[in-house]
């Protein structure tokens, strides 16, 4: 499947009747079938969104109702979030070394990725489909593989606790995902363009910065949300190379949320929390969905 | 490849020129096709991302295999940190796998795994395959419904985790919805069901939007020719739609099958470290690192590693699920060879 039928197929998505296939049947039934297809369509939609809601609904609570069961808070109150900001969490660095982890980890595996496939895309060599097969591979590789061995290397070499401890093992399934889709990318835009420029006298590398990074662009921008998104809710790595609070990642921070008392979970400021760190991704997904299914889609239903 | 054929009908004709002409600037070069300038090229902009992942996957996996072989025989020093007393033990790391105490609780990992990447895979392909359908059939409000079904996907597994915590709390919500009092994060049946539950919801989505985008490729005259031969909505599902997605959720099935044998996150959070009956692969190699045991650390990681890549090359080789569209690569290699030959015989 090609983007650019993706994007057909949802441009005129409005038209195609596929509906039309229960055409035969008795009217009566018809309207059954679209009623029911309605109720569907209902069902998925709580099924998606009533356990983020319910997670919303309790971080506006107040920690004295937090076992209430009604569908909107009430009274409504920020208690939690100011709780969760209150300083004595580092929530906000948290929140900080989350974005600079998952920020430089996005621009580097684009940098690497950039110019992995344009090579696998535009030149011919020997070996490509290997290496673009090698590489692919590397994205299945488990988690803790990666993490027990560099966690001994990175021990030796005094890097515990560093920014770099994180993003040089974030690289590990990055730049698959990076060059995987850039590739897929690449190899739908024409030739004829380049070929064009260099006829007219550019090199290869002004063809490739002047013509092909342009038209690419969407294709860059598609694979840096879906790598920083990745980055962003990056675990089993931060949790291992890290033990100082005041570098650790967000998702870590609220996973060792623990409150004032040891024997009762501070529920609401973790809901507070959880909802902090989610809803960047949230609107990030609400903006760029389309970017986001054609970069998700693009690998898997060619 | 049956969909391959089917896009290159839909967007063959804007490529063919190109491809005509690549062709031909291709054997206008070297004999083997390809200008001697290119390789090296192509060598040094491969260079820097092999080199990164030289280090962080080769170097690991190498190293993960010379640790197995050892075991700490002190234990650390005044700083916590780990003393060099290392003993050459063979595989006695692997051996331990199957006996003793270590071989327990190994053998319990491997069984949750397994356990929770067939019941999870499975019924995230089952309801993800009834996501796609239902939204294959809304023309209103797709967007809005792609937007929703998103937001599963994007909440991190940490705080999914979280999340599902809270609402399977003792006295939360979904005890109250049911009318239970079931202790779900605590060990047991239960807590296995719990992980099960908060993963389906993070991934089925997922699947329904894959499976989505291979039915969208999908030709509407094909489903008006069964239509014409009297076929009904059950039997244009079985005979059209499943085998005409079957290459692009063989491929969904496999990324989440390798995802859900490294699970960690999930069970760490929800439920906790250390609890027997949802304790994965992941879980119990990361207890064992953190208990400065490298040697059966990397034992446990070694065997995650071979069961990953055994599961990836049964789908690969045996179902032929078509990962790097080599396939399709092949195919238009064919036809691009085909196109020379013709063009050959055109200027004779």
């Known amino acids: 499947m090609t983007i650019t039928d993706l994007r057909g197929l949802a441009a005129s998505g409005e038209s195609p009747g596929r509906a039309s296939g229960v055409d035969v049947r008795p009217k009566q039934k018809r309207t059954w079938r679209s009623y029911s297809v309605y109720l569907g369509l209902a069902l998925i939609f709580i099924y998606c969104l009533a356990p983020f809601y319910w997670m919303i609904v309790s971080s506006l609570r107040r920690t004295a109702d937090i076992f209430d069961n009604t569908l909107l808070p009430q009274p409504f109150s920020l208690e939690n979030y100011a709780k969760v900001f209150d300083g004595s969490t580092m929530f906000g660095q948290a929140l900080l070394n989350s974005l600079i982890v998952a920020s430089v980890t996005t621009v580097a595996a684009l940098v690497l990725g950039i110019f992995a496939a344009y090579a696998i895309s535009r030149l011919n060599f020997r070996f490509k489909s290997v290496i673009l097969g090698v590489i692919i591979a590397t994205s299945m590789f488990p988690g803790i593989s990666v993490v027990v061995p560099l966690l001994r290397l990175f021990t030796d070499l005094g890097w515990i606790n560093t920014y770099q401890a994180m993003i040089i093992p974030n690289l590990s399934f990055a730049i698959p995902l990076a060059v995987w889709n850039l590739t897929t990318f690449m190899k739908q835009l024409p030739f004829d363009l380049e070929e064009a420029a260099m006829i007219d006298g550019c090199t290869k590398w002004q063809a490739f910065r002047k013509v092909l990074l342009p038209l690419a662009a969407p294709g860059v921008f598609t694979t840096a949300i879906l790598t920083f998104i990745h980055s962003w809710n990056e675990f089993i790595i931060a949790l291992s190379m890290i033990n100082d609070p005041a570098i650790q990642t967000a998702t870590v921070a609220i996973s060792k949320f623990t409150g004032a008392t040891e024997f009762q979970a501070p529920f609401g400021e973790q809901m507070a929390a959880g909802v902090i760190v989610t809803v960047p991704l949230v609107i990030m997904v609400l903006v760029f969905q389309r970017r986001i299914v054609e970069g998700l889609t693009a690998g898997a239903g060619k | 490849m049956t969909t391959a054929s089917i896009d ?17 600037r291709n054997s206008a070069g070297s004999s083997a096709g390809r200008t001697p300038g290119e390789g090296r090229m192509a060598a040094l902009l ?11 996957i080769a170097y690991p996996l190498i190293s993960a295999i010379h640790q197995s072989l050892y ?5 650390l020093d005044a700083d916590g940190y780990v003393t060099e007393g290392e003993a050459f033990v063979g595989l006695a790391n692997y051996a331990d796998l199957f006996a003793g105490e270590s071989g327990h609780r190994f053998m319990n990992a491997f069984g949750n795994t397994t356990f ?3 019941t999870t895979v499975l019924l995230e392909t089952l309801l993800g395959l009834a996501l796609a359908l239902a939204m294959n059939r809304a023309f209103k409000g797709r967007s809005f ?4 079904i998103l937001v599963p996907w994007a909440v991190p597994t940490a705080v999914s985790g979280l999340l599902w915590r809270w609402i399977f709390q003792s006295d939360g919500i979904a005890n109250t919805l049911i009318g239970s009092e079931i202790l779900w994060t605590a060990e047991g049946t239960a807590s296995k069901l719990a992980v099960i539950i908060a993963e389906v919801w993070k991934t089925a989505p997922f699947i329904g939007l894959l499976v989505l985008a291979g039915m969208q490729i999908i030709p509407e005259e094909v489903y008006e020719a069964a239509k014409i031969d009297g076929a009904g909505w059950w039997r244009q599902l079985g005979s059209i739609t499943l085998p005409l997605v079957k290459p692009t959720l063989l491929v969904a099935v496999l990324f989440r099958m390798l995802d859900a044998l490294r699970m960690f996150d999930l069970p760490f959070v929800l439920i906790g470290p250390g609890k027997e009956s949802v304790e994965t692969l992941s879980m119990l190699a990361w207890d064992e690192s953190n208990q400065l045991r490298y040697g059966s650390a990397s034992a446990f990681a070694v065997i995650l590693f071979l069961y990953v890549a055994a599961v990836a090359i049964v789908f690969v080789k045996v179902l032929g699920a078509d990962v790097t569209g080599a396939k399709q690569l092949g195919a238009k290699r064919r036809a691009r060879k085909a196109n020379r030959i013709q063009k050959a015989e055109a200027t004779q």
């Open chain 2, 8 to 24: 290159h009908q839909s967007s063959g004709p804007p490529r063919t020129p190109g491809q005509g002409r690549k062709a031909s």
């Open chain 2, 46 to 56: 491969l260079s820097p991302t092999l080199l990164v992942l030289a280090l962080v």
């Open chain 2, 71 to 75: 075991r700490a025989q002190s234990g």
């Open chain 2, 116 to 118: 929770f990447t067939v």
């Open chain 2, 145 to 148: 419904l792609r937007a929703s």
